[in-house]
């Protein structure tokens, strides 16, 4: 009889620290999700607002730098908007992992939801993080020359914008993981 009590009472014991666990886990991921929202919004408006114009002689003969002149930076702004808005509309989601830790649905809603928008983040980034490369070393083989020596300016935005953009894939990542923490049943 005592046995059993005994037993009982670790068995409580054991699955309020699961609960504890689980809500610990869902509150880090709220704060993780509005987090990565903000730094894919950051990349959005930075890359999005970017350009930069040279005059060369006069005002009406000019280089310009914009962000649409390269299908990877208009690639990096539509997969960025798409995220950030992702994020933003799964954050109810997420609260009612806060709420109702134990219920599986809307932690393997998320965690598969969230392994899509990270993989679109991912393409994203890597391509622009290639032009941004691109842009300040240029490449001797093929001719081209570095374009950040004469547009700095447009440089420093779309270098911060990339940069934002992985702080968003890193984030997005861990929230993965912690997803799949979440539905452990240990």
């Not at 809603?109 to 994203?124: E, K, P, Q």
Request: aromatic share 10%; with cysteine; proline share 4%.
């Amino acid at each position: 009889m005592e046995a059993n009590i005994a037993e009982t009472k670790r068995e409580r014991e054991r699955k309020l620290r699961l609960l504890a666990l689980k809500k610990s886990v869902a509150i880090l991921d709220l704060f993780l999700r509005i987090s990565s929202a903000v730094a894919a919004l950051a990349a959005t408006l930075a890359m999005g607002t970017t350009e930069q114009t040279l005059p060369f002689f006069t005002q009406l003969f000019q280089f310009r730098a914009s962000y649409e002149d390269l299908p990877a930076f208009t690639f990096f702004v539509i997969a960025m908007s798409i995220s950030s808005g992702y994020l933003v509309l799964s954050v109810p989601f997420s609260v009612a992992c806060v709420v109702q830790p134990l219920v599986p649905g809307p932690r393997l809603l998320l965690m598969i939801c969230d392994t899509f928008i990270v993989t679109l983040l991912t393409s994203a980034a890597a391509s622009s993080a290639a032009i941004v490369y691109l842009a300040h070393n240029g490449n001797s083989e093929a001719n081209w020359l570095p374009l950040c020596q004469q547009f700095g300016d447009f440089c420093q935005r779309i270098s911060g914008a990339v940069v934002a953009g992985f702080v968003a894939v890193a984030l997005l990542l861990i929230m993965v993981v912690l997803s799949a923490l979440g539905l452990t049943k240990h």
